[in-house]
């Protein structure tokens, strides 16, 4: 099964509860809320307010993407907040394991993120731990960007080691995920695919969450063949 977590960073926040509804009925199974702090990415959005009445419109998963230094000090805020899954980026985390082992001890989903620049192999000895593995397709910070070809690479040897280890993990991309790239990182073996641009368009949310969910389900079906 394929999962899109539709971006709200793109939605119209005057009427988010709308935007979020519409992604729901053509078929996205997780709000993905991209939290920036000015420090590790170039941007600001937002925190735990926002999460919490994302919490109030819908019973989806809420995938809470921190692009924040020192992400143990908003745990406890977010898990309040009602977020599900939690993922860092491995980038900030001197303490990986425990940084994960924490989000899991406040009853949410660990999960990790790894920049454009950061190699799959420092995740190595924390895959058994998590919920699912952020390959960042862009480099973090702004929606509306041009994806990386050259990290379908990483999900390729996730997806590898996955197999090998015989471990449960689900693969996520996130960055520049469109109609003309969804098929290329299934293939490579992701499950979770992030959109943000490609479908909060207005008038046509429903619908472009539809056409992603169709043509991600029929490159997974073109996978088993
Ligand atoms: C970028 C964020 C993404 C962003 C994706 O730093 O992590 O989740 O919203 O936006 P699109 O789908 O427009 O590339
Ligand atoms: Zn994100």
């Given at each position: 099964?394929?999962?899109?977590?539709?971006?709200?960073?793109?939605?119209?926040f005057?009427?988010l509860?709308?935007?979020?509804?519409?992604?729901?009925?053509?078929?996205g199974?997780a709000?993905?809320?991209d939290?920036?702090?000015?420090?590790?990415?170039?941007n600001?959005?937002?925190?735990p307010?926002v999460?919490e009445?994302?919490?109030?419109?819908?019973?989806?998963?809420l995938?809470c993407?921190?692009?924040?230094?020192?992400p143990?000090?908003?745990i406890?805020?977010?898990a309040?907040?009602?977020?599900?899954?939690?993922?860092?980026?491995?980038?900030?985390?001197?303490?990986?394991?425990?940084t994960?082992?924490?989000?899991?001890?406040?009853g949410?989903?660990?999960?990790?993120?790894?920049n454009p620049?950061?190699?799959?192999e420092?995740?190595?000895?924390?895959l058994?731990?998590?919920?699912?593995?952020?390959?960042?397709?862009?480099?973090?910070?702004?929606?509306?960007?041009?994806f990386?070809?050259?990290?379908?690479?990483?999900?390729?040897?996730?997806?590898?080691?996955?197999?090998?280890?015989?471990?449960?993990?689900?693969?996520?991309?996130d960055?520049g995920?469109?109609?003309?790239?969804?098929?290329?990182?299934?293939?490579?073996?992701?499950?979770?695919l992030?959109?943000?641009?490609?479908?909060?368009?207005?008038?046509?949310?429903?619908?472009?969450?539809?056409?992603?969910v169709?043509?991600?389900?029929?490159?997974?079906?073109?996978?088993?063949?």
């Open positions: 099964m394929i999962d899109l977590a539709f971006s709200i960073l793109a939605a119209d005057t009427r509860g709308e935007d979020i509804a519409a992604a729901e009925r053509g078929g199974s709000v993905h809320i939290v920036m702090d000015g420090h590790f990415v170039p600001i959005t937002f925190g307010p999460v009445s994302v919490r109030r419109v819908t019973d989806l998963p995938d993407h921190l692009m924040i230094e020192e143990d000090r908003y406890a805020d977010f309040k907040a009602g977020a599900n899954w939690i993922i860092v980026h491995q980038e900030v985390c001197r303490h990986l394991h425990r994960l082992s924490e989000i899991k001890a406040h949410m989903e660990p999960a990790v993120a790894i620049a950061t190699p799959v420092t995740l190595e000895e924390v058994g731990l998590v919920h699912h593995v952020l390959v960042m397709t862009v480099n973090p910070g702004f929606g509306g960007q041009s990386i070809p050259k990290c379908v690479d990483k999900v390729r040897h996730l997806a590898r080691l996955r197999e090998e280890q015989g471990l449960g993990f689900r693969i996520e991309v960055g995920i469109a109609p003309a790239t969804v098929e290329a990182v299934v293939d490579a073996g992701a499950d979770l992030v959109a943000g641009s490609a479908i909060f368009l207005p008038g046509r949310i429903e619908a472009n969450a539809r056409e992603f169709r043509l991600a389900e029929q490159a997974r079906k073109k996978v088993l063949v």
